[in-house]
């Protein structure tokens, strides 16, 4: 998720990008450290949501993210990725390119996929998502 902060600082300037980090993993206080360390102000760390507020959560973003590490993607279809595609949202994907996660993305066209630790073309996803308003909403719609 390092890749994922070094992202938010990319784009720090733009006060309308905002993260908002959901989760209680293991990395927590590493990154709630190294976001403060950067003094990252467009991110946000929430706990972990119950099962029952997840389309809540989900709906109040206007992208989602999957991040994997490299390599990762090969062995494993992140199930968060199905709640992402039937939120209405368009998702962000920062994965192995022909993982099944990738392939299944661009497949639907509900979203963009970037290779792993790529914080700049991640940068470049989030402002062409927010630059191209139809582009996003049709994302959305094919999730």
Request: aromatic share 4%.
């Amino acid at each position: 998720m390092e890749h994922l902060l070094a992202a938010a600082g990319l784009l720090a300037s733009n006060a309308e990008i905002q993260f908002v980090l959901v989760g209680d993993g293991a990395s927590l206080q590493h990154l709630r450290a190294q976001a403060g360390q950067a003094g990252l102000s467009n991110v946000t760390f929430l706990p972990f949501q119950p099962r029952e507020r997840l389309p809540e959560v989900l709906a109040s973003a206007d992208v989602s993210l999957v991040s994997l590490q490299r390599g990762a993607a090969v062995r494993s279809l992140p199930s968060k990725t199905f709640s992402i595609l039937a939120s209405g949202r368009p998702l962000v994907a920062s994965l192995d390119e022909g993982s099944d996660s990738w392939n299944l993305i661009q497949r639907a066209q509900a979203g963009l996929c970037v290779p792993p630790e790529s914080p700049a073309l991640l940068a470049e996803a989030i402002l062409a998502l927010k630059h191209d308003v139809a582009l996003a909403e049709g994302m959305g719609r094919n999730g």
